[in-house]
Every structure is written in C-alpha cells, then in structure tokens.
C-alpha cells in the first residue's frame, strides 16, 4: 500500500489550501486515515482523522473551525481543507494509515507574509 500527499505550498496568512492525501494498494475505504504535521526538532502533531464512513471526525484544538478533513472513498482519497491559516501552521503535512502502518512522504506547507 502507498500514501502520497499533495497540495502543499506557501500562502499569507489568512489563506487557504486543501491537501489531498492519495491512496493506493490497500483496502483504503475501511481504514481510519490520520493527518499529523511536524517542524523541525519537534514531534509529530496530530492534526486531524476521519474514520471510514466520515461519520466521525475529530480535530486538533489549534485547528478547529479553521481545517476540515474530509474523503471520497470512490477516489481513495482524504483531503485536508485549510482555511484561516496562520503562521504556526507552518508545517511538513503528513497522512496516515494507521492500521496499516503507512506513511506519506509529506507536503510542505508555509504560511508567511
């Protein structure tokens, strides 16, 4: 199985991006799918998941009301719509499968003026 992620880039604050996280190789539909950002020297952050009917979704305290996961399980693919971004979310933007232990290579995404 694979992740890759896309979307990333460098917006001014008060922007907005949407990542998409692609899946492949797996039975992607059934599987709770994760989004985590990191900077350096720090660990992981969870930022948001989903479960696989959408119907549950949990989010970051830092994020709420800004971010909204969401997935198209027809496409194999989870998106991360940002909005209202700040410069603390500057950040390499990751997703996950847990339950199939699988990792994208991450986006970057920076938010400056």
């Known amino acids: 199985g694979q992740l890759v992620e896309s979307g990333g880039g460098s917006v001014q604050p008060g922007g907005s991006l949407r990542l998409s996280c692609q899946a492949s190789?797996?039975?992607?539909?059934?599987?709770?799918i994760k989004w985590f950002r990191q900077t350096p020297g720090n660990e992981r952050e969870l930022v948001a998941d989903?479960?696989?009917?959408?119907?549950?979704?949990n989010y970051a305290d830092s994020v709420k009301g800004r971010f909204t996961i969401s997935r198209d399980n027809a496409k194999q693919t989870v998106y991360l719509q940002m909005n209202d971004l700040k410069p603390e979310d500057t950040a390499m933007y990751y997703c996950?499968?847990?339950?199939?232990?699988?990792w994208g290579q991450g986006t970057q995404v920076t938010v400056s003026s």
């Open positions: 996950s499968a847990p339950g199939r232990g699988l």
């Open positions: 190789g797996f039975a992607f539909s059934t599987y709770i």
């Open positions: 989903i479960d696989w009917s959408s119907r549950s979704t």
